[in-house]
């Protein structure tokens, strides 16, 4: 069984900042990419930052320059450093992982989210 574990989201004023992490455990052998997803109220869920599996990294054009997406393949975690946070990044973040490559099985995951609000 494989879990993704995030942390790191809260309540933020605008121009702050947070560190969200997310790590995966459990009989992991491989990953493929691994990656940060939002989902606003009524909106749907859009790619934040992302590795791909070749270890180039996607930013949406919304948070270029000002998240950066970082890792730690030895203990399969994925790091988003947010800053100069408005209030159009609030949304629950959803960490994703890509090609999880376990003894019985090879599929994707998600995280359970975190919220992160920024106010104005």
């Known amino acids: 069984q494989v879990q993704l574990v995030e942390s790191g989201g809260g309540g933020v004023q605008a121009g702050g900042s947070l560190r969200l992490s997310c790590a995966a455990s459990?009989?992991?052998?491989?990953?493929?990419?691994m990656g940060w997803y939002r989902q606003a109220p009524g909106k749907q869920r859009e790619v934040v930052a992302a590795?791909?599996?070749?270890?180039?990294?996607n930013y949406a054009d919304s948070v270029k320059g000002r998240f950066t997406i970082s890792r730690d393949n030895a203990k399969n975690t994925v790091y988003l450093q947010m800053n100069s946070l408005n209030p159009e990044d609030t949304a629950v973040y959803y960490c994703?992982?890509?090609?999880?490559?376990?003894?019985?099985?090879?599929?994707?995951?998600w995280g359970q989210g975190t919220q992160v609000t920024v106010s104005s």
């Open positions: 994703n992982a890509q090609g999880v490559l376990t003894p019985l099985n090879t599929r994707n995951y």
């Open positions: 459990g009989s992991i052998i491989s990953i493929d990419a």
């Open positions: 590795f791909t599996s070749t270890g180039s990294t």
